[in-house]
């Protein structure tokens, strides 16, 4: 459920990213690479917003066309 998801994928990132700054001894520069787990970490908190907002705009379109 999305509750769920709010919670979860949030607190999966961020022991990706105590994980990768723990192991990788190039941390902040090492998060450029999309081979490392960092990189994803820090993408997924960014992408999902993004992806809520346009899904809840593309609804809005459709709901203000079909009443119009």
Not at 4 to 26: H, M, N, Q, R, W
Not at 33 to 41: A, G, I
Request: charged share 5%.
């Amino acid at each position: 459920s999305l509750p769920t998801l709010t919670v979860l994928i949030p607190l999966l990132s961020l022991a990706g990213l105590f994980y990768s700054a723990s192991v990788d001894e190039s941390f902040p520069q090492g998060c450029t690479s999309t081979t490392s787990l960092c990189f994803y970490s820090l993408l997924l908190p960014v992408t999902v917003p993004v992806y809520v907002f346009f899904h809840l705009w593309t609804w809005m379109g459709i709901k203000l066309f079909r009443h119009n």
